[in-house]
């Protein structure tokens, strides 16, 4: 299977929602990247479909926003 | 592990996510509940703290909201 992605921002309901998607999903099938210490993946995520954060991108490429922490523009800053 | 419980009302939205989160958690770790057909159930959501469908409580007792198919006061109607 390939990698999800959870892309997150550090806030607390991100790394709430980390936890529980690594105990269900597997540590090894979820990378995890915080948008808000890499920029560069911003466009990336945007791309995906994410809008806001704590969100998972599924191997077949679905976006499922998970609770809300932050919107990708506050991210931005 | 104890299963989660993935709870949703039929809705386009909550069907895409229960075909994503299987496919993540896989169907034996999933119970799946239609809170749409199964209104005596709507009462153990709620205390789960579930406010949306479609929404994910994890065997650690969290609750996931994820993406946004329907507020549980319109599963009530």
Redesign the interface.
């Known amino acids: 299977m390939n990698k999800?992605i959870f892309y997150h921002a550090g806030c607390p309901v991100c790394v709430?929602?980390e936890h529980?998607?690594i105990?269900?999903?597997g540590a090894n099938?979820v990378e995890v990247v915080h948008i808000g210490e890499d920029k560069s993946r911003i466009s990336e995520a945007e791309q995906a479909g994410v809008k806001s954060v704590p969100a998972?991108v599924?191997?077949?490429g679905?976006t499922?926003?998970?609770?809300?922490g932050a919107s990708i523009e506050d991210v931005k800053g």
Chains 1, 2 share one sequence.
């Open positions: 999800s709430s929602a529980d998607i105990n269900l999903v099938n998972l599924t191997p077949s679905n499922l926003h998970i609770n809300f």
